[in-house]
């Protein structure tokens, strides 16, 4: 059974082996990962994980042009299946194309349900922050996410 996590270093190994199923420098649908982030060694993966747990943290400013976003990974006994977040609020391009909600499945994970699962995870969280429509316009009602 899957379940929803804070990002860790523990799954450092297990993260690094998705991301070479997507390819690297691929976007990763709700992951976090900027295109600057060093996730090749230990020390730069550390340090952006630590970004992701505190991208959360509405005491701490948001980094110009981005926004307070809670980050979880999905991982089903200590594998990495993918991620999802949360973003507290919109700025004006997720209103048009991102939504409160992004997320991404690893693709060998992919067609078992887990990204339906982990958005269904996902909604309470969304719901008490009182976000009652954490997709874009353009994607309500067509399946597209």
């Not at 992951?31 to 230990?42: H, I, N, Q």
């Not at 995870?121 to 399946?143: I, K, S, V």
């Amino acid at each position: 059974m899957p379940e929803l996590i804070t990002p860790t270093i523990e799954l450092y190994a297990s993260w690094l082996d998705a991301r070479d199923e997507w390819g690297r420098g691929t976007h990763q649908d709700g992951s976090g990962l900027r295109p600057a982030d060093d996730v090749d060694t230990a020390a730069g993966f550390a340090t952006w994980v630590d970004r992701l747990r505190r991208q959360g943290d509405e005491s701490l400013p948001a980094d110009e042009g981005w926004v307070h976003t809670t980050h979880r990974w999905i991982v089903e006994q200590d594998a990495y299946l993918g991620a999802i977040s949360l973003r507290h609020r919109l700025n004006d391009f997720l209103r048009r194309a991102g939504g409160h909600i992004g997320y991404g499945v690893r693709p060998s994970a992919r067609g078992r349900g887990i990204a339906t699962w982990a958005l269904g995870a996902m909604l309470p969280l969304a719901a008490a922050r009182g976000l009652d429509r954490p997709f874009p316009p353009a994607t309500r009602g067509t399946g597209k996410r």
